[in-house]
């Protein structure tokens, strides 16, 4: 207390209020604080003995039992009884005093003070007045009862009367607030060990510099444990300090009690009532409000907790993933490459050694190149292939990601459910000096779920998307590398064995394998690198979604921002909403554009009709007449075709070659024609009568589709023959005698005879007759080899199943004279081969050639916008020119694969280390000119009909004398439009649609 004197009374009520009142409440915080003191000491004792260096789950598993111990303690902490306890402890207090005191009172609570108010002043002066008036009067009567003898009367008290009942509850309200504000202090200190709880799990999240950021929050422990210490040291001396204060103020106003300066509560009960009213209002609000403040921040650790588990399981389950996918590549595909390539580049070196010691025969050379060609096939498909494959088979993406994704969602009981979170973010730049109370109720369990699908998942799920066109690519390359070698080992030993020592030179032979098996090796270096490249990309692909995923879990840890969620979640189903009704409005706006556009070309197609039919009708021609036959320019090109087709690598040319395809690694876009193959040979087998033509253009591939299908029927072990009508032949002998050493017969006259003989024969057969435009001349009695034919076959079905191929335009000539539909049940256009489809023929024989492709742009591409637009990037340039290259190789030879394939080959401009440069197409087009007379044109077609016509034979078929005859077939192989084989004439494939498109545009064929 003050150094004045108090009076004996309230000197008593200070002791005993401290004895019975503060001391046991003190006690109370004590024992609270010491409690809180060890829970914390027993933290850091622990984690920064231990767990700083624990692996991340031990760590979780710490903190979440210190949560638990906190929120025990938490729990058990009676802190609504404090106050009643105070009340108590006050109400015992009071009893122990009488209910009202006397006090006299001072003159000094009559002096006047400049702080006075006009009021105070004037009631201090009466006071004075009457004071001395009463003063003067006991002392004037005290001095006549002196006279009279009387007893002397004391001098007159003024005395005023308090209330100890208020008094003690003016205390109670004094103590009350000054532990109210103790008491807050101290559950601050217990929040901030929670706090204390929640940086040593967010310090985990950083995986660079864990250990210091852990050490970090020891220390901060340690601080923690070092301010209760200096609460506990300071705590009675404090309280002795504010309560003197308070205890002070309160006498002095006991003093001035029944003056003119009298304190209002000293009888105000109505407003100690409000008071302690509020004090209990106040007080259960603020343990209310801290109470919600820590079970808040530990509802969000148990999130934290539970979301790292998780955040590891997500990890965990993708790192699985990306091991599941890489790790056949790595451990198996790798190592393997590497011994392919060492194996590549040994034999090369091997092949070059020996060309350079100049000392084996060609007979030891076959013997060698058979000897390596068995030991790299068994190694390239028993090897190599078979690793390859398992290993791109084995890698289904979709299954492995999707198998991912429900281990995920099925763990996420790890998740906490619903729980109180805080409504915003942490602010950590603000002091905590007032409990938060803004919290909200989500279930973040449910919330996450929603969030990975939309989010994480939905952007893994694209991962196949990319990846898969790259394990495509990777299978393809191994194909092209085994494909490489197997071409380049199987011509050269064609070539060691069929040709003579002067046709190819045997160190030619060894350059030809020598560099393929060095383009194989360098092509498996690019598949290393390309399997590199995948199993890269699979890592990248899977982690950068999880890196983001894991970056945005620690923001909402550390700002304790975990209404993000639920907020992004509502967002996106809003959002997609709108997308949705954009989607559909877009839809509905590109099908009126569509439609429009549509509209517009048929209107202008329509008006350019008419112009044109116009300027006929009107005498005006805007064709440029050049009264030449060929062009110059393409008569230049024609001249050197030859030249430029032997100047390619020999491997190239035995690729590209027009002979008919061999092999099923170059069939293309033709499986359909196999298919009815199929079903028409399964009836006929069943005893039903059926037969296939194969129609279509010279040089699209009839021979290769018989060839194919001659392969399975060898495959099955069904018996078949072969064979083919070489030449026009319009006399029945003459295709009798054909068909009989076909199928090993002796020769007969009569096609009747022919049917018998056919007949008697036990075994059913299939029969492949190629040349079928062969068996007529368009002349008056040019028709009787077709009927005789068409009789065989109509009367063979039962035991030959006939597959014959025939030209497009003699078949439609034929078909309209004789209905030839009639005659087979089968028919298959094989010319309708499409534009990717020519793309993929030509591509499939240039990858095994193991040279690269560079594309040159034409000038017309080169300004235009789209080829500009992709300026800089090298790959989406190529991509473009090479889609823009066979769009026109479509259009220029209308899907003829024996065109296209030479064509192909004259595009190549030059070869420069193993790239092939293509030159536009543009600078290939060759233009017919109109010098050709009618009897050019009607001989044109005459060739067209019938592939191969003698001069005779052109005479009769166009009904004109021999001389004219000789005469126009003379100039027309002149101009290269046509070329002579011994007695025979032929169409220049690299015409043939050119004179195609001139002969329908003069009505010759339709």
Request: glycine share 4%; hydrophobic share 40%.
């Amino acid at each position: 207390m003050a150094q004045r004197k108090l009076r004996a009374d309230f000197q008593q009520f200070t002791e005993d209020l401290e004895i019975q009142v503060i001391n046991g409440m003190l006690a109370q915080r004590e024992q609270a604080l010491r409690e809180l003191l060890s829970i914390a000491s027993h933290f850091h004792a622990q984690f920064a003995g231990h767990h700083i260096n624990n692996e991340d789950e031990e760590r979780l598993k710490w903190i979440e039992e210190q949560a638990s111990e906190l929120s025990v303690f938490v729990t058990s902490q009676k802190m609504s009884a404090y106050f009643a306890d105070l009340r108590h402890r006050l109400q015992v207090l009071s009893q122990s005093f009488d209910s009202t005191v006397e006090y006299v009172q001072q003159e000094r609570c009559f002096v006047l003070s400049t702080s006075d108010s006009l009021y105070h002043r004037e009631v201090k002066r009466l006071k004075r007045i009457s004071r001395q008036l009463q003063r003067s009067w006991h002392h004037g009567f005290h001095r006549i009862a002196k006279v009279w003898g009387r007893e002397p009367v004391p001098p007159p008290e003024w005395k005023h009367y308090v209330d100890w009942s208020l008094i003690t509850r003016i205390a109670g309200i004094k103590v009350g607030a000054m532990l109210l504000d103790a008491i807050e202090e101290d559950l601050s200190l217990r929040n901030d060990l929670a706090s204390c709880l929640v940086a040593i799990s967010d310090a985990g999240l950083n995986e660079i510099n864990k250990t210091e950021h852990l050490q970090a929050a020891a220390d901060r422990l340690y601080e923690y444990i070092s301010r209760i210490n200096a609460r506990l040291n300071s705590i009675k001396s404090d309280s002795e300090e504010r309560l003197t204060a308070e205890l002070d103020v309160l006498y002095v106003k006991l003093v001035y009690a029944g003056t003119a300066n009298a304190a209002k509560e000293l009888s105000d009960v109505e407003k100690l009532d409000k008071e302690t009213d509020e004090l209990k209002i106040t007080y259960s609000t603020q343990l209310r409000a801290w109470d919600t403040d820590i079970n808040t921040v530990l509802s969000q650790l148990e999130i934290d907790l539970g979301f790292q588990r998780f955040l590891s399981l997500i990890e965990n389950e993708i790192d699985n993933v990306v091991n599941r996918l890489s790790n056949p590549f790595n451990e198996d595909v790798q190592p393997t490459l590497q011994q392919l390539f060492e194996k590549l580049e040994q034999t090369a070196d091997e092949f070059e050694q020996i060309k350079n010691n100049k000392k084996e025969s060609r007979t030891a050379f076959l013997k060698r190149v058979q000897t390596v060609t068995t030991e790299l096939n068994e190694y390239l498909h028993n090897e190599f292939m078979s690793v390859l494959n398992q290993a791109v088979d084995s890698t289904d993406i979709n299954t492995a990601l999707e198998e991912a994704f429900a281990e995920i969602v099925l763990n996420n009981g790890l998740l906490t459910a619903e729980t109180q979170v805080f409504s915003s973010p942490d602010e950590k730049d603000n002091t905590k000096g007032e409990p938060r109370t803004d919290t909200e109720k989500v279930d973040f369990r449910r919330e996450i779920t929603i969030y990975l699908n939309h989010e994480l998942f939905r952007k893994l799920r694209l991962i196949p998307e990319k990846l898969t066109p790259m394990l495509g690519g990777i299978q393809k390359l191994g194909s092209d590398i085994t494909q490489i070698v197997d071409v380049n080992m199987q011509i050269a030993d064609e070539l060691a064995v069929t040709t003579k020592q002067t046709d190819v030179a045997i160190s030619e032979l060894y350059d030809l394998i020598h560099d393929g098996l060095d383009r194989a090796a360098a092509r498996s270096r690019d598949l290393t690198q390309q399997v590199a490249n995948f199993t890269g990309q699979i890592s990248q692909e899977c982690t950068q979604p999880i890196q983001v995923f894991r970056q945005l879990c620690e923001r909402i840890m550390r700002e304790d921002d975990y209404l993000y969620i639920k907020t992004r979640n509502r967002e996106v189903k809003v959002t997609s909403r709108a997308i949705d009704w954009k989607q559909r409005l877009v839809r509905n706006w590109n099908r009126l554009s569509d439609n429009a556009e549509a509209w517009g070309r048929l209107g202008l197609q329509i008006g350019r009709k008419q112009l044109n039919a116009l300027q006929i009708l009107l005498g005006f021609d805007a064709g440029e007449a050049s009264g030449t036959i060929i062009k110059s320019e393409a008569s230049q090109f024609l001249a050197s075709t030859d030249k430029s087709l032997k100047q390619l690598p020999l491997i190239y040319r035995r690729l590209f070659t027009s002979e008919p395809l061999q092999e099923t690694r170059f069939y293309k876009a033709r499986q359909h024609t196999q298919q009815i193959f199929v079903d028409s040979f399964s009836a006929w087998q069943s005893g039903t009568v059926t037969n296939i033509a194969l129609v279509g253009e010279k040089g699209s591939g009839k021979t290769s589709v018989i060839n194919i299908l001659q392969k399975e029927l060898e495959s099955s072990k069904v018996k078949f023959v072969r064979g083919s009508i070489d030449f026009t032949t319009f006399e029945v002998a003459g295709l009798l005698k054909q068909l009989c050493a076909i199928l090993g017969m002796s020769p007969v006259e009569d096609p009747g005879v022919f049917i018998d003989k056919v007949n008697a024969i036990r075994t059913r057969r299939v029969i492949f007759i190629e040349g079928f435009q062969n068996v007529y001349l368009r002349h008056m009695h040019g028709f009787e080899a077709l009927e005789a034919f068409l009789l065989i076959i109509s009367r063979t079905g039962n035991q030959l199943f006939w597959v014959v191929s025939s030209s497009r335009y003699a078949w439609q000539y034929l078909d309209k004279i004789y209905d030839l539909d009639g005659y087979f049940t089968h028919k298959r256009m094989v010319d309708e081969v499409k534009s990717n489809s020519l793309k993929d023929i030509i591509l499939s024989r240039h990858t095994v050639s193991g040279y690269e492709l560079h594309f040159e742009p034409s000038p017309d591409m080169r300004d235009s916008r789209t080829f500009r637009k992709t300026s800089g990037d090298e790959l989406e340039q190529q991509k473009l020119l090479r889609e823009d290259y066979f769009e026109k190789l479509y259009e220029v030879t209308k899907g003829n694969i024996s065109i296209a394939l030479q064509y192909w080959q004259l595009s190549v401009k030059e070869i420069i280390d193993d790239v092939i440069r293509i030159r536009p197409l543009e600078q290939l087009t060759l233009t017919l000119g109109d010098g050709f007379s009618n009897d050019d044109l009607f001989a044109l077609g005459a060739i067209i009909f019938h592939d191969d016509l003698t001069e005779q034979q052109m005479a009769d078929a166009l009904h004109i004398d021999y001389a004219t005859s000789r005469m126009i077939l003379a100039k027309l192989t002149a101009r290269s439009i046509l070329y002579r084989k011994e007695d025979r004439f032929y169409l220049n494939n690299l015409l043939y649609r050119q004179v195609v498109d001139l002969l329908k545009s003069k009505n010759i064929l339709h």
